[in-house]
């Protein structure tokens, strides 16, 4: 499974092509390179994630592994489950769970600014569009790190509060209408 | 998105119908349950190999059953 996508360079203020593909060893190899000695030096809700340790456990055809390239180094990854989770809004209906998201820690609000904007949205759309792919009409759940809870209300998703049974992280999802709406204006809709 | 190859199928009429109403209770098309039911079967089977059990348990949390595939 791949997509090309469109994220946007802020120095050269131009929208630029990226892949989306399958997580690969070239892929934990920029995360080890290029993002784990910032994270760890930084104070983001997700240093101590360990994507290649994530990455190597042997997983059932139920999760999904994708990165976001550009300019030959990744810019995102995300993993999707795809069977496991059910449907708050909608009485038990099945959803793709994003069960992890991350964007390179140079694509983060910082003073200097990131460097590519719209990567997590990228990620976010093209999940919907496998919930739409397998049959789910774009539903979509997810628990969030507080820091990103502004990102995923600015998306529509519901906020459910926090979930006692995931660490009280707070509980998103995204309704029918709303990953409808998301896709209709998004490169997969063309 | 991905290539899909076409198959055909034998199902009795009693699997048949548990398809089609699977199929209408998720809203989902036939295929897309027998795609979905594949790879959770492809789950249990990776647990099992690994030496896991699976349990269902009931609604008050008191009572659990060891589910045997």
């Known amino acids: 499974m791949k997509a090309s996508v469109k994220i946007f360079h802020v120095k050269n203020q131009q929208v630029v092509n990226a892949d989306l593909i399958p997580i690969s060893d070239k892929h934990l190899a920029d995360f080890e390179t290029f993002w784990k ?4 030096a930084s104070d983001e809700q997700d240093s101590h994630w ?28 995300m993993i999707l489950e795809i069977d496991r989770y059910r449907s708050r809004l909608e009485n038990g209906r099945g959803l793709v769970y994003v069960d992890f ?13 990131p460097m590519y904007k719209a990567v997590g949205t990228a ?20 628990h969030a790190l507080s820091k990103a809870h502004g990102f995923y209300k600015k998306l529509q998703l519901v906020d459910f509060g926090p979930d006692p049974s995931k660490q009280n992280l707070n509980y998103f999802e995204l309704s029918v209408k709303t990953a409808t709406d998301i896709i209709s204006k998004s490169d997969f809709s063309r | ?24 209770k998720k809203e989902m098309s036939k295929s897309a349950i027998l795609r979905q039911a594949l790879r959770m079967m492809a789950v249990l089977e990776q647990r099992i190999e690994q030496g896991e059990k699976f349990y269902v348990e009931s609604l008050d949390k008191e009572k659990s059953e060891v589910l045997l595939f």
């Open chain 1, 37 to 40: 000695p910032r994270l760890q």
């Open chain 1, 50 to 77: 360990e994507w290649t340790k994530k990455a190597s456990v042997p997983r059932a055809p139920s999760y999904e592994l994708y990165a976001l390239e550009c300019d030959r180094i990744t810019q995102g990854m």
């Open chain 1, 101 to 113: 998201l991350a964007v390179a820690p140079w694509n983060r609000p910082s003073p200097e600014g």
């Open chain 1, 123 to 142: 990620l976010i759309t093209f999940a919907i569009q496998r919930s739409i792919d397998l049959e789910y009409k774009g539903r979509l759940g997810l």
């Open chain 2, 1 to 24: 998105m991905n290539k899909k190859t076409l198959i055909s199928l034998n199902l009795s009429s009693s699997e048949l119908e548990l398809l089609t109403e699977l199929s209408e």
